[in-house]
């Protein structure tokens, strides 16, 4: 948005408000310096078929009274799917930022949405030169895939100096060394017998090192009755804003998570991360960063070798995460304006 505001143009900013606890809302248009949002349609939570149906029921009506000459959406939530097939079905030409990332595992919602927007898109910003060759094998022209490097490591770059681990710390009650875990994922945290496994598993890494564990809405139920926070050595706090909670990341001698995008955070931080899941759409966190996927079974193990210096991580680390992915983007972007312009 601001390389695009450099070079002079008009934006109009939607939320959705699919993500809508004021932590995760909130405090990042403040921290990220983003301005008001123009349009917020405040479709809150609900299932998957719910939220993806609100979002488009909400967002045609402001996309026929904007009428942009494009319509640029982020990664792989329900929002992103839901304002693609409203735009491209009024005509209205659909980029993609962070397209071609794919864990070729269908159990996860994000999988289907990356796939099908994707297949929507007329521009696809890729993040890492493993995304086209994904791309490529679902049949979708290359001409419409530019490499631009990653637009989140930019907020990190932007972000990076004003960090202050020891007070986020101190601010939640922690001294000296401690890890940092999120855990959020509908496959870990709404089927109680897998959350229990999570829980034993967290306590065991808090044996070794205390864990901090800022808890997404959703989680708080289940990890609550289920005593995660009875662990002496855990700390469980609210969601954090971007800052307080890559401040928290900056200091830690570990992060566990089943997160995306703090897989890519963690590589740009030199932080080891343990990546509780079978599979990742970001690859390249683990050949060219600090991230390595990890079994639940195998969690305590290796954090234990990661946390006593036992495990080195990778010391390269990603093309073009430069910090100027989205000047490129904004170019890309203004060049399919030109082009259809052109074209009409």
């Known amino acids: 948005m601001r390389a695009l505001a450099q070079r002079g143009a008009a934006q109009v900013l939607i939320h ?9 809302s909130d405090v990042i248009f403040t921290d990220l310096g983003l301005p008001q949002p123009d349009y917020n349609l405040g479709v809150g939570s609900g299932s998957h078929a719910q939220q993806t149906a609100a979002v ?6 402001v996309l026929l009274d904007v009428n942009p000459a494009a319509l640029v959406v982020y990664g792989d939530v329900n929002s992103t799917l839901a304002a693609a097939l409203v735009a491209v079905k009024l005509g209205i030409a659909v ?11 269908n159990s996860m919602p994000e999988e289907i949405n ?34 631009v490097g990653n637009p989140m490591i930019d907020s990190l770059f932007q972000m990076r100096e004003g960090f202050d681990a020891r007070a986020i710390a101190a601010r939640v009650g922690i ?4 890890a940092v875990a999120t855990i959020h994922r509908p496959s870990n945290v709404d089927d109680r017998a897998r959350a229990e496994q999570i829980v034993q598993s967290l306590h065991g890494v808090a044996n070794l090192v205390p864990l901090v564990i800022p808890v ?28 307080d909670f890559l401040s928290l990341v900056s200091g830690a001698v570990l992060v566990v998570t089943d997160s995306g995008g703090i897989q890519e955070e963690t590589t740009m931080l030199d932080i080891p991360c343990l990546t509780v899941r079978t599979s990742t759409e970001r690859p390249i966190t683990i050949s060219h960063g600090t991230n390595q996927l990890v079994r639940l079974e ?16 990778s010391e390269r680390r990603p093309p073009l995460w430069d910090g100027r992915a989205g000047e490129r983007c904004a170019d890309e972007i203004l060049a399919l304006v030109s082009e259809r312009s052109s074209a009409r």
């Open 216 to 243: 997404h809405p959703r989680s708080r139920p289940m990890f609550e009755s289920l005593g995660l926070a009875e662990h002496p050595s855990v700390v469980m706090t609210t969601p954090l804003g971007y800052r």
């Open 56 to 61: 488009m029921t909400a967002i045609e009506p």
């Open 95 to 105: 980029v993609h930022v962070e397209a071609g990332l794919r864990s070729f595992d």
């Open 298 to 313: 195998q969690l305590v193990e290796i954090a234990e070798r990661v946390v006593t210096g036992k495990l080195a991580v």
């Open 16 to 24: 959705t408000g699919q993500h809508y606890d004021a932590a995760m």
């Open 114 to 147: 990356r796939r099908l927007v994707d297949q929507l898109s007329h521009l696809l910003l890729i993040t890492s030169t493993d995304a086209a060759v994904h791309i490529g094998h679902e049949g979708i022209s290359e001409s419409t895939v530019r490499f």
């Open 175 to 178: 001294e000296g060394e401690y």
